[in-house]
């Protein structure tokens, strides 16, 4: 079989990073950023959607 598949490529001691604040919602409101370690790779359909660097799209 030739399917494309989801999956999540990760390192075994994977977590989150200290979160860290921004206040670009509408109306001013605020956001909090937590960026994912260890994480090397989001993959949607077979297309890697997000990578170390961020989102691929």
Known sequence: MDL???FL???QTAWV???RGGWDLPGGGRRT???PV???GVY???VEVYGEN???L
């Open 4 to 6: 494309p598949a989801d």
């Open 54 to 56: 961020g989102y691929a």
């Open 17 to 19: 990073s200290v979160h």
């Open 33 to 35: 950023i937590r960026r």
């Open 44 to 46: 949607v359909n077979g």
């Open 38 to 40: 260890g994480v090397h």
């Open 9 to 11: 490529l990760f390192e």
